[in-house]
């Protein structure tokens, strides 16, 4: 009598437990989609990260020659991106429409991808750097007399950072904002130490310049003959790539930044519409 009991109490146990968990199966079930805001806010999500892809791609691709021939490829890549999510949604019941709606931002993008003494170059137009990263290779860079060498700088116009190995400390690559007062170090026997300007960290540690408060009004690389590495950022420039001051960087043209993706959706619960702008990079703000 105890075990048959006890076989009968647990499949009491056993059964309570699957009703119970299809329950809540079933109420995750039904309320899924319940919010249309969320619903919403995955649309607007996915379209900033396809169109986010879309442009950093085309920025990237050696065909186009213009900014011209990259706007037309991002139109036609938001044709399909407003295609392919209007027909995901409307099988869930909203109706969504992608467009670019507004003009975009033309700039530059310098790199240096072969590692070496970088150029000294200037963009005198500069109003905004986004996506900005210099890997350093501080075996190959020269141990500096502060009193007599000039470190490498790194101008943005509102800002101005230092980059430097000192003789007296040599085993450290600096960031400094007043030569010979480190802000920010790394250990120069580390192999490759990459700064992320934009992103604030250098080393893997964080290494504040206050972005976004940055007022950029110009972009410049002076005594690049004291860093070695490589570098890539874009800039919000109208300068021709050919000009003489951009001498000694790879220098093309992009889009800086659409200014007007507009996003709308409406499902019987809500009428959702935005306007996001797309700069891939840039400093939160």
């Known amino acids: ?166 003789e007296n400390a040599s085993s450290d690559l600096v960031v400094a904002e007043s030569v010979g007062s480190p802000d920010c170090t790394a250990d120069a026997g580390d192999g490759p130490i990459r700064f992320n300007v934009t992103g604030e960290r250098f080393g893997g540690d964080s290494c504040a310049i206050d972005w976004p408060n940055v007022t950029v009004t110009e972009v410049s690389f002076t005594n690049g003959a004291n860093a070695y590495g490589t570098y890539d950022l874009v800039v919000q420039s109208g300068t021709d790539p050919g000009d003489s001051s951009l001498s000694g960087t790879d220098a093309s043209v992009v889009i800086y930044s659409l200014d007007g993706i507009r996003i709308r959706m409406d499902t019987p619960k809500l009428s959702y519409e935005r306007t996001v702008r797309i700069a891939p990079g840039e400093p939160d703000e």
Do not use: C, K
């Not at 507004?102 to 986004?130: C, I, K, M, P, Y």
């Not at 501080?138 to 950072?161: A, K, Q, V, Y």
């Open 1 to 166: 009598m105890i075990l048959v009991t006890g076989i009968v109490l647990a499949v009491m146990f056993v059964t309570l437990g699957v009703l119970l968990n299809a329950a809540i199966y079933a109420d995750n079930v039904a309320t899924r989609g319940g919010d249309p805001t969320g619903e919403a806010l995955e649309y607007q999500n996915g379209v900033v990260d396809s169109v986010t892809g879309l442009l950093v791609a085309e920025n990237a691709n050696e065909d186009h020659s213009t900014a011209s021939d990259i706007e037309t490829a991002v139109e036609s890549g938001i044709g399909e991106i407003d295609d392919a999510h209007a027909e995901m949604h409307l099988r869930r019941g909203a109706a969504t429409t992608t467009e670019h709606a507004g003009g975009s931002t033309r700039g530059l993008r310098l790199e240096e991808t072969a590692s070496g003494e970088f150029a000294d170059w200037t963009v005198d137009d500069g109003d905004n750097v986004r996506a900005f990263e210099i890997v350093f290779e501080p075996g190959s860079m020269p141990e500096l007399n502060l009193t007599e060498d000039e470190p490498f700088e790194i101008d943005l116009g509102g800002e101005r950072r230092y980059v430097y190995i000192d």
